[in-house]
């Protein structure tokens, strides 16, 4: 699953836009959508946002039409780039924040990092692994351990894998220990 596969993707959008659902966000995490999906999204009123690791990856995005760059550093889960969100998300505002939202993403779990990815220039934040804590996911869970291993971590207790698609992405060391044993 390197990517956009159209095989999937589409006929998620088309689900998406059936009129059945009120989406009012598409994001990407591998690269921009292509154009004709971004340009479908926008004739149902819908918002197309993509992640980027590097500003000329935030700047095919916003050429693509892309609506909100989301500045995802090297600190993030999931896929991340090389870059640290310290140093990428001023070098996408400044290469493409006069013309969309530039959403901060990477290491953001608590109030100084939101605060610390406003000052770096975003108008907010993108959080994912943070709502993996909550009560709600410790609801829906199947493994009662994984919301309290996630609570444990700490920096230290990350590892960058290609497991899942073949690109760098980042899992807790618990998470990863499933798929390695």
């Known amino acids: 699953v390197l990517g956009w596969l159209h095989s999937v993707a589409r006929s998620h959008v088309d689900i998406a836009l059936s009129g059945k659902h ?7 995490a591998l690269g921009s959508p292509p154009k004709d999906v971004i340009d479908q999204a926008h004739a149902a009123g819908v918002q197309v946002a993509a992640l980027a690791g590097a500003a000329k990856h935030a ?10 760059i989301i500045a995802q550093g090297y600190e993030a889960g999931g896929h ?3 870059i640290a969100s310290m140093v990428l998300t ?9 013309e969309v939202a530039v959403l901060g993403a990477g ?5 100084r990092q939101v605060a610390a990815s406003l000052a ?13 804590t909550t009560k709600e996911y410790a609801n829906l869970n199947t493994n009662a351990g994984m919301t309290e291993a996630f609570l ?3 920096s230290s207790d990350t590892v960058r894998t290609r497991v899942y ?5 980042r899992l807790a060391l618990t998470v990863a220990a499933l798929f390695w044993s």
């Open 90 to 98: 001023p070098e996408i505002v400044d290469a493409v924040g006069s």
């Open 165 to 169: 698609t073949g690109k760098p992405a």
């Open 107 to 111: 290491g953001i779990g608590r109030g």
């Open 152 to 154: 444990r971590a700490s």
């Open 59 to 68: 700047m095919s995005h916003v050429a693509n039409g892309v609506d909100i």
């Open 120 to 132: 770096l220039g975003a108008q907010g934040v993108w959080t994912g692994s943070v709502w993996l």
């Open 80 to 82: 991340t780039g090389e």
């Open 22 to 28: 009120r989406p009012v966000l598409i994001a990407n």
